[in-house]
T-cell receptor, first 114, second 114 residues
Framework: GNSVTQMEGPVTLSEEAFLTINCTYT??????LFWYVQYPGEGLQLLLK?????DKGSNKGFEATYRKETTSFHLEKGSVQVSDSAVYFC?????????????FGSGTRLQVQP | NAGVTQTPKFQVLKTGQSMTLQCAQD?????MSWYRQDPGMGLRLIHY???????DQGEVPNGYNVSRSTTEDFPLRLLSAAPSQTSVYFC?????????????FGPGTRLTVL
């Protein structure tokens, strides 16, 4: 079956540090890939996405590139802020199946200290 | 648009009680789904629906029922609550008639079963 593996957290960084959160996936075929963010006490919000190999998704200074050869979709940001503290979920989705549900990784908690 | 709404935000049940978690969306989305979020496990699919009158099981359907009588509403019923159903529940919807396939999430319902 399909699966998503993320690095375990929490990840603790100082403000303005560089962020990488690793994400790899296992799937038959070529899914769409997503990063969702969950701020404390809230639901999930889409952060960025990529729908085919070599696509780069970007939003709010975050970037991730769909790497088919390494089945990865690592999240990066050059300079984190305290307001980026949240839980980040990597996920995949196929549109050509009946289920069409997202398959999530376990989430990575990011804590940014001033 | 209100987006995806869920009620209640919090609920405490005793073992064996039943209840319904409400979910509604005003975006005319055909696809709706329910996930549960447990620590360290990401989100797991409970049930989903590809349109009014059509529902199907996800990864963890036992103990839950759903129905989809209208496009807007997708309630989740707990038939006889158990402590293992203590979790945060998220409803999501998407417009899969377009190639842009983001799922929109509600704010969640935090359920505790004693």
């Amino acid at each position: 079956g399909n699966s998503v593996t993320q690095m375990e957290g929490p990840v603790t960084l100082s403000e303005e540090a560089f962020l990488t959160i690793n994400c790899t996936y296992t799937a038959t075929g070529y899914p769409s890939l997503f990063w969702y963010v969950q701020y404390p006490g809230e639901g999930l919000q889409l952060l960025l996405k990529a729908t085919k190999a070599d696509d780069k998704g970007s939003n709010k200074g975050f970037e991730a590139t769909y790497r088919k050869e390494t089945t990865s979709f690592h999240l990066e940001k050059g300079s984190v802020q305290v307001s980026d503290s949240a839980v980040y979920f990597c996920a995949l989705r196929f549109m050509d199946t009946g289920r069409r549900a997202l398959t999530f990784g376990s989430g990575t908690r990011l804590q940014v200290q001033p | 648009n209100a987006g995806v709404t869920q009620t209640p935000k919090f609920q405490v049940l005793k073992t064996g009680q039943s209840m319904t978690l409400q979910c509604a969306q005003d975006m005319n989305h055909e696809y709706m789904s329910w996930y549960r979020q447990d620590p360290g496990m990401g989100l797991r699919l409970i049930h989903y629906s590809v349109g009014a009158g059509i529902t199907d099981q996800g990864e963890v359907p036992n103990g839950y029922n759903v129905s989809r009588s209208t496009t807007e509403d997708f309630p989740l019923r707990l038939l006889s609550a158990a402590p293992s159903q203590t979790s945060v529940y998220f409803c999501a919807s998407s417009d899969d008639r377009r190639s842009y396939n983001e799922q929109f999430f509600g704010p969640g319902t935090r359920l505790t079963v004693l």
